[in-house]
């Protein structure tokens, strides 16, 4: 029986027998018990299946994973501590130092740094690519080590969306898999595996969680791509691992090798894992996402045109507007068109007007959050990309004068009357 997103979004995950809970508990527990010696050590040989150590695995992430897994439609998941860490691991789950890997130039702030210095350290080379250049000039990027291309369905902060067909061909034609990082689009209004996309991430911070409570992440396998035919260049996937008896991820696990590898190599190594309570978090916000989307994505829709028609604005950049760059893409891609409550404006005046705006606005927060209950704006080149030069900003598409204003959940008549003082 095929359910829709809210139906999964409720009931995906935990299911409860007899007399059990309705409401996922909270296994509070960092251990748990067995009766024999011989069977703690089926887990450590990855032979049983159980719980061992919460840095690894716990009843409660596992059951949210499970929950987002099934949302997004993909075959296994798993939980992080942070968005960060989920592109992290997606990334260092199949790339090693001496490889390369293509990545949209206008990814998330903290994701372009951690790319392209963090990741650079550690001898792994990313190439930023303009997302807009035509597959012919994509492909000149591509290298015999190149092992990923990485995209956002709507980057964040320029609310841009991706050409899926372009960049799975990309990733595709090269034998690697393509990778998304679906945050600003969540489930509810993208299923990136319907259009190429083999491994979807998330920063759970944002919609998914939705009242700004908890910093979490999700990586979901589609299951579609298959590394036994590119074995050369998955070495980690395809060959024995050492650190774990011999076993090969792929011949073993098949659909769910990618999982299970970034559980048992890089949980087990870095334990970036998710508190309990925190999987609990999300868990409640995974609840009402798809009902919270829609209205996110309605308020934006009437912010955006409220914002178009006023004299003091330069530009909005919001997909939902006809006539927007992105508007046909995000019918292509979008469920019913809708992207999210983000969208991106400027004020005529720069950098200095648009500053002066926001710190008259009485509803809508200065904070470095966005996608949650309540509305809230920034601006990049004073706050989030503070580290990039000018250069690197025009290279990310952020102009100065940009203002990434997130549309949260208030009646929108406030949020627009909020506008209109600060504008007065
Ligand atoms: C916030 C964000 C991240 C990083 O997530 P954290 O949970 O803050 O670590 C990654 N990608 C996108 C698109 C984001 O918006």
């Known amino acids: 029986m095929t359910r829709g997103i809210s139906t999964k979004g409720i009931h995906s995950g935990w299911e409860p027998k007899q007399g059990e809970a309705r ?31 919460t840095r690894l695995q716990n009843p409660t992430s596992d059951a949210v994973a499970a929950k987002i897994c099934d949302m997004e439609g993909g075959v296994a998941a ?27 130039s206008s990814i998330y702030g903290g994701t372009y740094n951690l790319f392209g210095v963090t990741m650079a350290k550690m001898g792994i080379e990313c190439t930023f690519v303009d997302q807009e250049l035509p597959y012919e000039e994509l492909v000149k990027y591509v290298k015999p080590n190149t092992k990923a291309v990485f995209g956002e369905t709507i980057t964040n902060p320029t609310v841009s969306i991706l050409d899926f067909e372009k960049f799975a061909k990309l990733a595709h034609d090269h034998g690697v898999p393509f ?32 009242h700004g409570v908890h910093v ?39 659909k769910g090798a990618y999982i ?36 996110h994505c309605s308020n934006a829709q009437k912010v955006a045109e409220f914002l178009q028609a006023r004299p003091e604005v330069a530009w909005v950049h919001y997909a939902g507007l006809p006539g927007d760059e992105y508007y046909e893409r995000a019918q292509k891609y979008m469920v019913d068109g809708k992207t999210c409550g983000v969208l991106a404006f400027g004020i005529k005046g ?28 920034l601006h990049p080149a004073s706050h989030t990309h503070r580290q990039m ?19 949260g959940l208030e009646n929108v008549e406030d949020i ?3 506008l209109e003082q600060a504008f007065k």
């Open 389 to 407: 030069s000018e250069e690197q900003l025009l290279e990310a598409g952020v102009n100065p004068d940009l203002i990434r204003l997130s549309v």
């Open 260 to 295: 299970t590898k970034a559980t048992a190599q890089l949980m087990r190594d870095f334990g970036c894992t998710p508190s309990p309570q925190n999987a609990f978090y999300l868990n409640l916000g995974l609840e009402s996402l798809e009902l919270r989307m829609e209205r």
């Open 216 to 254: 979490g992440g999700c990586i979901v396998d589609s299951g579609n791509f298959d590394w036994m035919a590119h074995a050369d260049k998955f070495p980690g996937l395809t060959t024995p691992d050492e650190s774990y008896h011999g076993i090969t991820y792929a011949e073993r696990f098949g």
């Open 78 to 104: 798993m939980l992080t501590s942070s968005g960060q860490a989920a592109n992290f691991f997606a990334i260092f789950n199949i790339c090693e130092a001496g490889d390369h890997f293509i990545a949209s």
């Open 416 to 418: 627009i009357a909020d």
């Open 179 to 210: 990778i998304v990082d679906n945050t600003f689009a969540t489930p509810a209004n993208c299923r990136p595996f319907e259009h190429g996309v083999d491994i979807v991430t998330h920063s759970t911070t944002k919609y998914m969680d939705g």
């Open 350 to 377: 720069g950098r200095e007007a648009s500053i002066a705006f926001m710190d008259k606005l009485k509803v809508a927060q200065i904070a470095t959050h966005v996608a949650d209950a309540k509305t809230c704006l």
């Open 23 to 53: 409401q996922l508990p909270i296994v509070q527990s960092t251990t748990f018990k067995y009766d024999t010696s011989d069977y703690m050590g089926k887990l450590f040989d990855l032979e049983a299946e159980g719980y061992f150590y």
